[in-house]
């Protein structure tokens, strides 16, 4: 049996292969992929060449390098077609989720897919990862009850950050990108003013926040500029939180004046660690457990902007690389509904 896969042979090229598809074992489980979904951040820093040399693949369904040639992506939902002698809580037809690249078939431990409600639409759940990564930047923000928080960059993650705030009792949301149909969609999904990158270079993020600037800010953009910006927009004693990941990109910080002068704090978050002072009482287990739930409670179906067969990956890579205007989340999608 032949599987079809997406590979990135070179920066900013796309290649169809075949793959044959392994036996599954006694405790494999066999994956027939409906849609997964293209990361507009991280994945597209891995398909312009922009991952530092020497980086290590962080999963195991991960082939290639990121020197290229490469089978990237994390973000597979499919039905469970087949299942080895020795597997237990996976039924046949059950939908689920995986961390695995583009490809319309494959073979997992039984372990590695992440069931998924039986009442979502299996395309929603091509978020869950991406929740997961929003649930870890809110917890690590830590924002408090009546406070002022700017959130820049509102692709995929910044959207679903944006929906968390609304839920934790802050008073004010501002959101801060350079897309116009972003900024709309992120004031109805809870931001209460949306503004573009030069509205913060004039200064009206801190008429808005009625002080000296807002108290929380975290950058989501994956735009190197945007942590300045950041640094700039908040108040005496606040907190940068930064989830992007800029990869080869070079940041350049104003830190000789108002940030040591306001005693700012930059603070990194990322997803595959839980803060320490969270331990043990948050586990890996019990954020998953809580992305699970937000699937059926956020909106999520206004964020899948395109969808594209996987036979037309390479158009679906093309689009978001070269017009983000365009997109907010961009799939691909299977045979197999």
């Given at each position: 049996?032949?599987?079809?896969s997406v ?7 796309v290649?169809l292969r075949?793959?044959?598809v392994p ?9 027939a992929?409906?849609v ?19 980086l ?56 590695m ?7 979502l639409d ?11 990564t ?11 009850l009546?406070e002022?928080?700017?959130v ?54 801190h ?9 929380l ?31 080869t ?9 108002a ?10 978050s ?9 331990q043990?009482?948050?586990?890996h287990?019990?954020?998953?457990e ?31 690389d ?7 989340q ?8």
């Amino acid at each position: 049996m032949a599987a079809l896969s997406v590979w990135l042979p070179r920066a900013r090229s796309v290649e169809l292969r075949e793959e044959a598809v392994p036996d599954v074992g006694p405790n494999d489980v066999q994956v027939a992929a409906l849609v997964s979904a293209i990361s507009h951040g991280t994945e597209m820093l891995v398909f312009r060449g922009q991952v530092p040399d020497g980086l290590e693949l962080d999963l195991p369904t991960l082939r290639g390098s990121f020197a290229f040639p490469i089978k990237y992506g994390y973000a597979s939902v499919g039905r469970v077609v087949e299942r080895g002698a020795a597997v237990q809580g996976l039924a046949l037809g059950d939908a689920v989720f995986v961390h695995h690249p583009h490809q319309s078939t494959y073979v997992v431990p039984a372990d590695m897919p992440i069931r998924l409600p039986d009442d979502l639409d299996p395309e929603l759940g091509v978020f869950l990862a991406n929740i997961e990564t929003a649930i870890n930047v809110v917890l690590d923000a830590a924002p408090r009850l009546g406070e002022r928080v700017a959130v820049f960059g509102q692709g995929v993650v910044g959207l679903l950050i944006t929906q968390l705030l609304r839920q934790t009792g802050v008073r004010l949301i501002m959101v801060v990108d350079p897309l116009a149909r972003r900024r709309e969609l992120a004031c109805q999904l809870g931001a209460d003013v949306a503004l573009a990158p030069e509205d913060v270079a004039a200064g009206n993020i801190h008429g808005l926040s009625d002080e000296q600037g807002v108290d929380l800010a975290i950058e989501a953009s994956g735009n190197a500029a945007a942590l300045d910006q950041a640094l700039g927009s908040v108040a005496f004693g606040g907190t940068v939180v930064v989830c992007s990941w800029y990869g080869t990109k070079p940041v350049r910080l104003t830190l000789g004046g108002a940030f040591h002068r306001r005693r700012l704090r930059i603070h990194s978050s990322q997803v595959s660690t839980i803060d320490a002072p969270l331990q043990p009482r948050w586990t890996h287990q019990r954020r998953l457990e809580l992305a699970c739930k937000l699937l059926g409670d956020l909106k999520l179906n206004s964020l899948i902007s395109h969808r594209f067969p996987v036979e037309r990956a390479a158009e679906a890579f093309a689009l978001v690389d070269e017009h983000p205007d365009q997109t907010v989340q961009v799939v691909l999608t299977y045979g197999h509904r």
